[in-house]
């Protein structure tokens, strides 16, 4: 009865004490009625949000489809959606559906229109995201026989999640905000119960007061929620440097702190460059003239790993490999040269079928690629299978290593979602292969805190993890600083040398190509112009192109850093 | 019988305490109120109804008509609800209540989303077209405005020319003021201008805050205003206004119309409607024996 009492004189007297204003607010902070009006508050939004969220999904999807129609009418959906007022869609959805049949209770016709709304929004979101993570890694995850599936959830949502968190936290408060709309079509939310209460006591000010509060709780606790999670995410963070203070919102020294972090992490950058522990002192390699003729030998008499032959493609009319033959043999190694538009990276990429090719006939270890025993073309699937199948491992020039994931994950990764391999198992066989390339001591750093040879070496781990029959390696150093070239070279020349793995490498490094290489093959306009044993085309040249082209590269010489 | 209009006005603050210990009081009367002897019959005949919960959308931003309860707003409370509950009981239904704006109750009404509307709307022939009236109570407006009457209004006339008018979107007072540009123009003096927002609560609002002259609405709502801000509000003139209040129901409905215009007849016999005015406060000679409305 007091409080009773209490509301009366408010009602009947109303005063202009601040004392009397500030009990009244208070009164109202903590009033049921308005209370029990944050529950349909978050109902309608959490309808909006989660329908928002699974249509956005599809939408998105169908604008990434390969199917122009697909993506057309979730263009159209999207100009509809977001070209019109929320306020309408809710009017709609509460008042017009029931004409065709469609009787929504209120709360769920709120959150269909706010779903209707948000969907256009997250879609946007996500398609973003997706397209925001590097295409390079797409291809080497591609490279690697990751189907579209594995791709996407092991590759391309963990790191596009990532990068939306933010602009989802954004979208949770707009929803939020957005959902006092839901008042016009009779939901008995928080802004509705509001000018209710103010209307039947007049007290206007003192609740919008307290609801204005109420509402600032909400959306602060999504942006706790919204920060917590990028804490969670955040990948530094499993270097324990990272602190959950970083987030604060006074801090400003988030992008020193996440140089000095990364400084911290990566000792071996500023090491000196020669790194004894990593890679074990071997002869120098410097195979003599018989011992070249030897091996040839024994290459002649081997089975052919990979025969391309009569292989055109061109892009819109230009052509990039003009009717291109090349036999490479078990444990032979080719490097590619040629200048640049040469064909080259063409060739390797349709070689993994990265690619495909207009005409010719592509064949790894016997098997015709890209056609199935039917001879029907294949999908995306099927030729990210048959990839892992063939074996064929590819190194790119920009390393591509999959950004969210340590050195080690990197190689153990692909073993488990593409090979089925066991974790441990995987483990071990990535443990062996860092070991191999000097990084056993780099396992559980992530790629942007490794320098570029050392990213290069994880790369080259990882393609190297399946057992590939074939290793390509698209200019494998071009991107490397001068003096992180050698490492990546040594690593290259114990494959080709020690294991007798079957590598195709374009390189711009003639004299690399002169100690590894078997053979050598000039490419110019999509074909080979010349090829042979490497020390003899490069020594004594017979192509006038192949000529001028080396005595170029001879002149640059003094920038290539190759020991 | 005109005479008597603003008795209720002139009680100040204990109107609003009487109205809310008089709610408080009665409602077990009410309870205990014997449901009128042809109801009865008129369940007979109307049976269709009986036992079902119907739904009424209200707008409720009109204390003492409809609105939340203050002390339990869980509820509403008002003569709109005390009616409708009479009526249903009348029947043998029961009523829950759907809040929206004040233009939404007959797009409500439209769409299937309620059932009845009984919220102080006026019945007029535009509005029959969207539903069918039974009406119920005559119309007096108020012409509230800032204390001391700085602008001079007085009335629905030429007093207006130049002034701000707030209003609810949808309220009959709205083309009225309208119609008044072309003679305001004539007089040589500027049109009014009308701020059109959701309910009273804002209106209110925009003459407190200086936005709005005058805010024109049922004499009543004008005289809770003027309760809860004594020393900044004051009521200019009473005006009468060509229209009835009516109850909305289905155009597709003329059973459901019938029924409720034959409860509606059984109530005022007992008196209840009568006794209900008393209890909120309003003019008796607001009472009006039913009439029905419709588009044709």
């Known amino acids: 009865m007091i409080a009773v009492g209490t509301a009366l004189r408010a009602f009947a007297h109303p005063t202009h004490l601040p004392g009397r204003h500030m009990s009244l607010f208070l009164h109202y902070l903590s009033m049921p009625y308005l209370l029990q009006g944050i529950e349909l508050t978050l109902q309608v939004t959490a309808l909006g949000l989660v329908g928002g969220l699974i249509l956005g999904l599809i939408l998105a999807a169908m604008q990434l489809s390969r199917f122009w129609l697909l993506a057309a009418i979730a263009r159209g959906y999207t100009v509809i959606f977001r070209g019109t007022p929320l306020i309408l869609q809710m009017v709609f959805a509460y008042d017009a559906l029931p004409h065709i049949g469609i009787k929504l209770p209120a709360v769920l016709a709120a959150g269909l229109a706010l779903a209707c709304n948000e969907a256009p929004f997250i879609a946007e979101m996500l398609r973003s995201g997706v397209l925001g993570v590097d295409r390079g890694q797409l291809l080497a995850g591609q490279a690697l026989g990751m189907t579209p599936a594995i791709l996407m959830r092991r590759i391309i949502a963990p790191q596009a999640i990532r990068t939306m968190i933010p602009a989802f936290g954004n979208e949770a408060v707009s929803a939020l905000k957005n959902s006092s709309l839901a008042s016009v079509i009779a939901v008995q939310e928080l802004t509705l119960r509001s000018t209710q209460l103010a209307s039947s006591t007049f007290d206007f000010f003192s609740i919008f007061f307290a609801s204005g509060l109420l509402y600032l709780v909400l959306t602060g606790a999504i942006s706790v929620i919204q920060l917590a999670l990028e804490w969670l995410l955040d990948l530094d963070r499993t270097t324990k440097q990272r602190k959950l203070a970083d987030y604060l919102p006074w801090r400003r020294v988030d992008l020193a702190t996440k140089l000095e972090l990364a400084a911290k992490t990566s000792p071996a950058i500023e090491a000196a460059p020669p790194e004894p522990a990593e890679l074990k002192e071997t002869p120098p390699l410097a195979l003599s003239i018989e011992d070249r003729a030897r091996r040839a030998a024994t290459i002649a008499r081997n089975n052919i790993a990979v025969e391309v032959k009569h292989l055109r493609k061109a892009y819109d009319g230009n052509k990039v490999l003009d009717g291109l033959d090349l036999t490479v043999r078990i444990g032979e190694v080719i490097a590619l040269l040629g200048p640049s538009g040469s064909g080259k990276s063409t060739l390797l990429r349709c070689i993994n079928h990265l690619e495909n090719w207009d005409s010719g006939e592509i064949r790894v270890g016997g098997r015709k690629l890209g056609f199935d025993e039917a001879g029907r073309k294949l999908t995306p699937r099927a030729i990210a299978n048959e990839r892992a199948n063939v074996g064929v ?8 290593l999959f950004g969210h994931l340590t050195a080690k994950e990197n190689v153990a990764g692909p073993l488990r979602w593409v090979h089925g391999m066991g974790r441990f198992e995987a483990e071990r066989r990535a443990a062996e292969l860092l070991d191999r390339v000097g990084l056993s001591h780099r396992a559980d750093a992530l790629p942007r805190h490794l320098s570029g040879g050392q990213q290069q070496r994880v790369a080259i781990a990882r393609a190297l993890a399946p057992n590939p029959s074939v290793l390509l390696l698209d200019e494998p150093t071009s991107a490397l600083d001068p003096e992180l070239v050698g490492e990546v070279l040594e690593v290259i020349r114990r494959l080709a040398i020690d294991d007798g793995l079957t590598m195709i490498i374009s390189t711009h490094q003639i004299r690399f190509a002169d100690e590894v290489a078997d053979r050598v093959a000039f490419l110019n306009g999509g074909v080979i112009l010349e090829q042979g044993p490497a020390h003899e085309v490069l020594t004594n040249p017979r192509h006038p192109l192949t000529a001028r082209f080396l005595s170029v590269m001879e002149a640059e010489r003094p920038k290539d850093a190759v020991a | 019988m005109q005479t008597r209009l603003f008795t209720g006005a002139r009680r100040a603050w204990l109107a609003a305490l009487g109205a809310i210990i008089a709610a408080t009081l009665l409602a077990p009367v009410d309870a205990s109120a014997a449901t009128p002897a042809g109801c009865a019959a008129l369940k007979e005949k109307y049976p269709d109804w009986k036992g079902k919960t119907l739904v009424n959308a209200i707008n409720p931003h009109t204390p003492g008509y409809e609105s939340i309860d203050p002390k339990d707003p869980s509820k509403y409370v008002g003569f709109d609800i005390d009616l409708g509950e009479a009526i249903g009981d009348c029947l043998g239904f029961k009523l829950t209540y759907k809040a929206v704006t ?8 439209a769409s299937g989303q309620a059932d009845i509307v009984i919220s102080d709307i006026y019945a007029t022939k535009e509005r029959a077209k969207a539903a069918d009236f039974i009406t119920y109570s ?27 008018a707030a209003e609810n979107t949808g309220y009959v007072e709205v083309p009225l003021i309208q119609d008044l540009a072309p003679k305001c123009k004539e007089a040589g003096k500027p049109e009014p201008t009308i701020q059109l927002y959701d309910n009273n609560a804002n209106c209110i609002q925009a003459i407190l805050a200086g936005r709005a002259d005058t805010y024109i609405n049922d004499v009543n709502t004008v005289d809770q205003a003027v309760k809860a801000y004594p020393d900044k509000l004051e009521k200019a003139i009473a005006v009468t206004i060509p229209y009835s209040v009516g109850i909305a129901v289905p155009k597709d409905k003329p059973k459901f119309r019938d029924a409720v215009m034959a409860a509606l007849i059984e109530v005022q016999k007992e008196g209840i409607h009568q006794e209900l005015l008393k209890k909120w406060q309003l003019d008796p000679a607001n009472f009006k024996e039913p009439d029905i409305l419709t588009a044709d």
Do not use: E, Y
């Not at chain 2, 004040?102 to 009404?109: K, P």
């Not at chain 2, 005559?138 to 001079?152: H, M, Q, R, S, T």
């Open chain 2, 102 to 109: 004040f233009a939404a109750l007959l797009t409500t009404l």
């Open chain 2, 138 to 164: 005559k119309v007096f407006d108020g012409v509230l405005v800032a204390k001391g009457n700085p602008k001079g209004i007085n009335g629905i006339n030429l007093s207006l020319c130049g002034a701000a």
């Open chain 1, 393 to 400: 491992g590819m190194v790119f020039q920009q390393f591509n």
